[in-house]
């Protein structure tokens, strides 16, 4: 028992310690016998626990239990190399914890240098993806502002409110302050002000409406246009002035209904443009009353004649015209007066050829109410006198003659008849005879001259004049019938001229004629014709002005609008060649720069390209291209970027992925062209990490991080290949763990069997000589004592003292 207490302390191996301190035990030695065996197996048990506590401490990655384990393998006296592994463990955990701080000081910093450069020292640390995901996270926030302040920056330049919307957007996802997207969104609202302003300028100017107009402008001024954006309203404002104060000065002169305001404002109305619908009513007014104006001269004529026949026709046209009663009113006296000196007379005339005296007493008394004058009377008196009046009648004859009146030669010649005077024997009734005949003459006379007048036709006019003079008429009795010629005469002319320069189409003329036709006091009806031909050659003149303005302004819808005025004028093609020509061009210009817009949006090469050389042959300025040439060189940097993440992105290859996206954020790409490519690399980055724990755990051949490293790689979708050295070595370990517990199992039971079972198992999984040995030594050790009990068995089986003996000493 003390020689192999001595063996087993030599051999320094547990399990022969154990047996031979167990076997001591057995033969009775001593404590001091069996003390140093014991504190040998004491200590190499406390070594053992702590390379356990060592293995296990560096599988978990713990620093505190890593930290332990030093500590107590220090204790337990074990070598520096077998606390190497444990100390670079602790030493990489440290780093770790250090690379942790890094990150996130680097994620409250928010600096995108310190977050590069914190994340390099995590992933050199091994930090696993968890540990990096809040600095990645933090990283790609902060390179999305950066670009998110780059497109700020550019769409603040261009003052484009598309850009500025979509730069705003983004800066908002990317977490931007109101610091610093406060002047684009200041920008974004002036420059929607003003495209609204725009807007209300060219839908007031198609509505042609005054108020929305001046709203409009008064927007457009404070919205900051350029004078020259509001020019064309404001011109068009000033024509819709001039025609509202035509409009107002119309309508009062309506109300007023004096002639002359009327035909001032209508010339104003002229000359304003205003339709000749507005100018209806107040033609109509004018010619109420201008016709309300002849009716009431002539009631003023027909009172001073005081003729039934004028005086009712007077009257009647007085009442067609819509006259007032206090116009017609001295006229509808005058004719009742009239009217009962006319019954007056009938009746003596009446009485007179009754020879009835009661008859010419009533009659008399009648003409006397009526009015009538002495002489009217004196007939019926005379003829109520007695027949030796005759001498008075002959006198009645001569001063009848005398005064020359038709009606008092008339009842002279009457009354001297009706007493029974004999042409031949009554001289003075010859000559009264004589004398009415000239007075009826000159009456004849001046009836043609009245009627003549009533027609106004200048041939009768001069015919009644020339039988006027010849018949004796004054001066004054021809002088109105004289006025009415010259006034027939100057309307003659001014209806030819007016035919004359209706057919030469010059608007001078034409003013000119109309302006003599308005003095001669022609008719509306008449002006028409002419007032058409003057609008419509007005019309052609301002046509073909604005025509020109359109082609010396350029602009597009003036021209469309020039255009569409000049065919409606009827201006031909040699007056509209130019704007043709020119509006022509401006299309070109305008589609151009609408294909350039659009493919500036779409943000395509081809289409730029395209849209550019349009622009080129549509003769655009450098100025106008400048900025979409600038587009198309970001365009094809941009697209170069992309094709260069597609290549890496299909090549999968790391190094590659990281130059495609270093060169696709200088480019400008956006998040989402590189996103995917990000997503790649990150997952190429994983998968080598994961192939490198592999490598490392089929190196260190380590159980837990061998299962791990599959784990991992399997999740990180590795193929068979990559994970094909890792489990053939986690099978191999397994079978090697399963004969480790198998051996240590067959030792502490002492199972000959399962241990010879276990030491063959642990040989062919590759099991070291130095794990083996203990196992074999026992395995010996067991197969001794099996030996020795069955020829003890023997020996007793068939007795013989040598025989046992030899049994015993083997025992």
């Known amino acids: 028992a003390r020689s192999r207490l001595a063996d087993a302390i030599r051999s320094r191996d547990p399990g022969a310690l154990r047996d031979a301190i167990q076997g ?29 506590k060592l293995e296990q401490a560096v599988r978990s990655k713990d620093k505190k239990a890593l930290q332990v384990a030093i500590r107590v393998g220090e204790a337990a006296g074990l070598e520096d190399q077998e606390l190497e ?27 995108v ?53 979509v730069a705003l957007d983004d800066a908002g996802r990317a977490g931007l302050g109101a610091d610093e997207t406060e002047a684009a969104s200041r920008i974004l609202d002036e420059e929607r002000r003003k495209a609204k302003a725009r807007s209300d300028l060219r839908r007031a100017m198609t509505s042609g409406s005054q108020d929305l107009l001046e709203a409009a402008i008064k927007e457009g001024k404070e919205a900051g246009l350029k ?31 004096d002639v002359g305001r009327l035909r001032a404002a209508l010339d104003g109305a002229k000359a304003a443009g205003l339709d000749e619908s507005e100018l209806q009513e107040a033609l109509r007014v004018l010619a109420e009353e201008e016709k309300k104006a002849a009716a009431k001269q002539k009631l003023q004529a027909a009172c001073k004649s005081r003729k039934l026949d004028e005086l009712r026709s007077a009257i009647k046209q007085g009442e067609s015209v819509g006259l007032r009663a206090k116009d017609l009113e001295a006229a509808k006296k005058a004719l009742a007066e009239e009217q009962r000196k006319a019954d007056a007379r009938a009746s003596l005339k009446k009485a007179i050829a009754s020879k009835d005296e009661k008859a010419l007493r009533s009659a008399i008394q009648a003409g006397e109410r009526a009015g009538l004058t002495k002489k009217e009377l004196d007939e019926a008196r005379a003829a109520l006198a007695d027949c030796s009046k005759r001498e008075e009648l002959r006198k009645h004859l001569r001063d009848a003659v005398t005064s020359g009146s038709p009606d008092r030669l008339r009842a002279a010649i009457a009354d001297a008849e009706a007493a029974g005077f004999a042409d031949a024997a009554e001289p003075d009734l010859e000559a009264a005879r004589a004398a009415l005949a000239e007075e009826e003459g000159k009456a004849a006379a001046r009836k043609q001259l009245q009627q003549a007048v009533q027609s106004r036709d200048i041939g009768d006019l001069r015919a009644a004049i020339t039988n006027g003079e010849q018949k004796g008429l004054t001066e004054a009795e021809l002088e109105h019938a004289r006025r009415m010629l010259q006034e027939e005469e100057d309307r003659q002319r001014a209806r030819s001229d007016l035919q004359k320069a209706a057919a030469s189409g010059d608007a001078g003329k034409l003013r000119r004629a109309i302006s003599d036709a308005e003095r001669a006091q022609l008719p509306p009806e008449e002006l028409e014709e002419a007032s058409a031909a003057l609008q419509q050659t007005e019309r052609k003149d301002a046509a073909r002005k604005e025509l020109k303005d359109a082609v010396d302004s350029k602009q597009l819808d003036r021209l469309r609008a020039a255009m569409e005025e000049g065919r409606e004028a009827g201006l031909g093609a040699d007056d509209m060649g130019d704007a043709g020509k020119a509006l022509a061009l401006e299309e070109h210009k305008a589609k151009a720069r609408r294909g350039l817009d659009e493919a500036a949006r779409k943000h395509d090469v081809g289409e730029l390209r395209a849209a550019i050389a349009e622009g ?38 790391i190094d590659g992925l990281r130059a495609a996206l270093k060169a696709g954020e200088q480019a400008g790409l956006c998040t989402g062209d590189l996103s995917a490519a990000r997503r790649l690399l990150g997952e190429e980055q994983r998968k080598a990490s994961a192939r490198e724990a592999l490598e490392d755990a089929v190196e260190d051949r380590d159980l837990a991080r061998l299962r791990e490293a599959i784990s991992e790689g399997e999740a990180m979708g590795l193929s068979s290949r990559d994970l094909g050295a890792a489990r053939k070595a986690l099978e191999q370990e397994e079978r090697k763990d399963d004969v480790r517990t198998r051996l240590q199992e067959a030792m502490r039971d002492s199972d000959l069997k399962g241990l010879k079972g276990a030491v063959r198992d642990g040989e062919k999984a590759g099991l070291p000589t130095s794990e083996l040995q203990p196992a074999k030594k026992i395995l010996d050790n067991l197969e001794s004592k099996a030996q020795a009990r069955a020829k003890l068995k023997e020996a007793m089986a068939n007795p013989s003292c040598a025989g046992l003996r030899e049994a015993i000493d083997d025992a």
């Open 113 to 165: 240098g310190q977050l590069k450069d914190a994340i390099q020292r995590g992933e050199d640390a091994g930090l696993p993806d968890e540990d990096l995901e809040a600095a990645k996270k933090a990283l790609a926030a902060e390179d999305q502002k950066a670009a998110a302040r780059r497109r700020l920056e550019e769409a603040a330049l261009i003052r484009d409110i598309e850009a500025l919307e």
């Open 24 to 52: 001591g035990e057995g033969a009775g030695l001593s404590e001091g016998d069996l003390a140093e065996a014991r504190g040998l197996l004491a200590e190499l048990d406390a070594k053992s626990d702590a390379r356990g």
């Open 227 to 257: 004078p020259k954006e509001l020019d064309d309203a404001s011109a068009m404002l000033k024509a819709l002035d001039k025609k509202s104060a035509a409009r107002k000065a119309l309508k009062e002169a309506a109300v007023a209904r």
């Open 85 to 111: 592994e444990a100390r670079g463990a602790l030493r990489d955990e440290d780093e770790k914890d250090r690379a942790r701080a890094a990150l996130a000081q680097a994620v409250v910093s928010k600096d």
């Open 616 to 653: 080129e042959k549509a003769g655009l300025s450098k100025a106008e291209l400048a900025s979409v040439r600038e587009a198309l060189t970001a365009e094809e940097r941009r697209q170069k970027a992309r094709d260069a993440v597609a290549a890496a992105e299909s090549s999968g290859d």
